[in-house]
C-alpha cells in the first residue's frame, strides 16, 4: 500500500513550457486534491475532484487544469509555466468528500520555473 | 480573505519545553479542526483532530484545547523534542455534502525548532 505517490519529485521548467504533474493512490479514496504550498503561504487549494468525473476550483486556480483520469489518477497541467507558479505541490486524498476526517497527502513536486 | 489565521510564524522552544501554536477562525460553521505536521521534504501528516463537542484533545504529548466562544484552538506540545522540529499546520473544515464542503482550510503555518 504506497498511499499517494507522485511524480516527478523535482522539474525545472523555463517560462512558456508545458508539463503535467502525476498523482495516483491506491487505498480506494474517492475525493482528491492538489494544493499548492509557497513560504509563509501555508496549503492553497488549486483544484479538487469529490468524485471520479467531477472537478472544481478551488482558491488558486488560474493557470492550471487538471484531469481525474479514473478514481486512481489526478493530474495537474501547467499549459505555459510562469516564475509565479514555482512551488511545491502536494497532491491529497480522502476517502469520501465530506465524510471522513484523515486527508492523506503525497510526498510533494518541487518545481521551478525560470 | 484568511479562513484561519494561525502564530507564531515560527517557534524556538528548548527540549523539554512546551510548545503552544494558535489559531483562530471566523466561519461558525467549521466542525472539524485537524493539526498537521510536516517534516522537510515531506508531505504534511494528521498530528491530531478535534470536533468543537469537546474542550480538549489528548494524544501522548500533543494536546488541542478548544474555545468555540472564542473561535480559537491550540496545539500544545509537551516535553518537546529535537524529533518534533518541523512546520504545524492547523486546519478547519465543516463536513457534510456540498460544493464548499469537506475542504480544509490551512494556517500559514509554524516552524517549530526544539534546542537539545
Known amino acids: 500500500n504506497a498511499g499517494v505517490t507522485q511524480t516527478p519529485k523535482f522539474q525545472v521548467l523555463k517560462t512558456g513550457q508545458s508539463m503535467t504533474l502525476q498523482c495516483a493512490q491506491d487505498?480506494?479514496?474517492?475525493?482528491m486534491y492538489w494544493y499548492r504550498q509557497d513560504p509563509g503561504m501555508g496549503l492553497r487549494l488549486i483544484y479538487y475532484?469529490?468524485?471520479?468525473?467531477?472537478?472544481d476550483k478551488g482558491e488558486v486556480p488560474n493557470g492550471y487544469n487538471v484531469s481525474r483520469l479514473n478514481k486512481r489518477e489526478f493530474s495537474l497541467r501547467l499549459e505555459s509555466a510562469a516564475p509565479s507558479q514555482t512551488s511545491v505541490y502536494f497532491c491529497?486524498?480522502?476517502?469520501?468528500?465530506?465524510?471522513?476526517?484523515?486527508?492523506?497527502f503525497g510526498p510533494g513536486t518541487r518545481l521551478t520555473v525560470l | 480573505q484568511q479562513q484561519v489565521k494561525q502564530s507564531p510564524q515560527s517557534l524556538i522552544v528548548q527540549k523539554g519545553g512546551i510548545s503552544i501554536i494558535n489559531c483562530a477562525y471566523e466561519?461558525?460553521?467549521?466542525?472539524?479542526f485537524p493539526w498537521y505536521q510536516q517534516f522537510p521534504g515531506k508531505g504534511p501528516a494528521l498530528l491530531i483532530a478535534?470536533?468543537?463537542?469537546?474542550s480538549e484533545k489528548k494524544e501522548g504529548r500533543f494536546t488541542i484545547s478548544f474555545n468555540k466562544s472564542a473561535k480559537q484552538f491550540s496545539l500544545h506540545i509537551m516535553d518537546s523534542q529535537p524529533g518534533d522540529s518541523a512546520t504545524y499546520f492547523c486546519?478547519?473544515?465543516?463536513?457534510?455534502?456540498?460544493?464548499?464542503?469537506?475542504?480544509?482550510?490551512f494556517g500559514r503555518g509554524t516552524q517549530l525548532t526544539v534546542w537539545p
Open positions: 478535534i470536533r468543537p463537542d469537546v
Open positions: 466561519n461558525t460553521a467549521f466542525d472539524y
Open positions: 491529497a486524498s480522502i476517502l469520501s468528500w465530506g465524510i471522513t476526517d484523515t486527508q492523506y
Open positions: 487505498m480506494n479514496h474517492n475525493s
Open positions: 486546519a478547519a473544515s465543516k463536513q457534510g455534502r456540498g460544493s464548499t464542503l469537506g475542504r480544509l482550510y
Open positions: 475532484s469529490a468524485s471520479e468525473g467531477t472537478t
